[in-house]
């Protein structure tokens, strides 16, 4: 089946720092989407990339969609503590008679104040 | 986005019982997902549960151990059954809103089986 390696699997920062994460995967997706995890919750969707290529921001974060769409990165400028948490990408894709994600193993953050 | 309620938010069991555990959402959609969460793991499809047919399961998992539910477009169950320690997880259920909209989540059901 397909498969997301994501990394790292987990950073410890200072606040204030930029972060950068990734996903690459054996094969293509048509869309690639990046979710947050607090402990007790449930993911919240924060970007969604459409197009190969693409570029989206949302606030301090700044993702990309890569040119082969194979792959993914997640850029957090000026960590602030409320970023810790498990960020998660998954890959979106037609299979059988509906889309379907496919997660990364997450990246855990942990920012120092 | 979407309201997504999901009942309950945590249950400890005892293994051999079964729980049924429900989602509800604030507006009518037609694709509801099953997850499956391992402690400090990443998010396994269950399965795909659409309103009117049988539920789609992923390979892994079936029907006698995880049935499904969707009995209206805002509405859907999953019944853990059976259950040993190994079931011990995080199930999420999440939705896609119309027009192919990313999926979005509900907030889970943590299961300790004793």
């Known amino acids: 089946g397909q498969q997301l390696n994501q990394s790292p699997q987990s950073m410890f920062i200072q606040e204030g720092e930029d972060v950068s994460m990734n996903c690459t995967s054996s094969?293509?997706?048509?869309?690639w989407l990046w979710y947050k995890q607090d402990p007790g919750e449930g993911p919240v969707l924060l970007i969604a990339?459409?197009?190969?290529?693409e570029l989206t921001s949302n606030g301090r974060l700044t993702a990309q969609f890569g040119i082969t769409r194979k792959d993914s990165f997640l850029n957090i400028s000026a960590s602030i503590p409320s970023d810790v948490g498990i960020y998660f990408c998954?890959?979106?894709?037609?299979?059988?008679?509906?889309?379907?994600?496919?997660f990364g193993k997450g990246t855990l953050l942990t920012v120092n104040p | 986005s979407a309201v997504i309620s999901q009942k309950p938010s945590r249950d400890i069991c005892q293994r051999g019982t079964s729980l049924t555990i429900q989602c509800q959402v604030d507006?009518?959609?037609?694709?509801m997902f099953w997850y499956r969460q391992q402690p400090g793991q990443s998010l396994t499809l269950i399965a795909t549960?659409?309103?009117?047919?049988?539920?789609?399961?992923e390979s892994g998992f079936v029907i006698d151990k995880f049935p499904i539910s969707r009995p209206n477009l805002t509405f859907s169950t999953l019944t853990v059954s059976n259950m040993s320690p190994e079931d011990s997880s995080i199930y999420l259920c999440?939705?896609?809103?119309?027009?192919?909209?990313?999926?979005?989540f509900g907030d889970g059901t943590r299961l300790s089986i004793l």
């Open positions: 999440s939705v896609e809103l119309p027009g192919s909209k990313p999926q979005h």
């Open positions: 094969s293509i997706f048509n869309t």
């Open positions: 990339l459409y197009k190969a290529g």
């Open positions: 998954a890959g979106r894709d037609y299979r059988g008679s509906n889309y379907k994600l496919t």
């Open positions: 507006s009518q959609v037609t694709m």
């Open positions: 549960a659409n309103q009117g047919s049988e539920a789609t399961y």
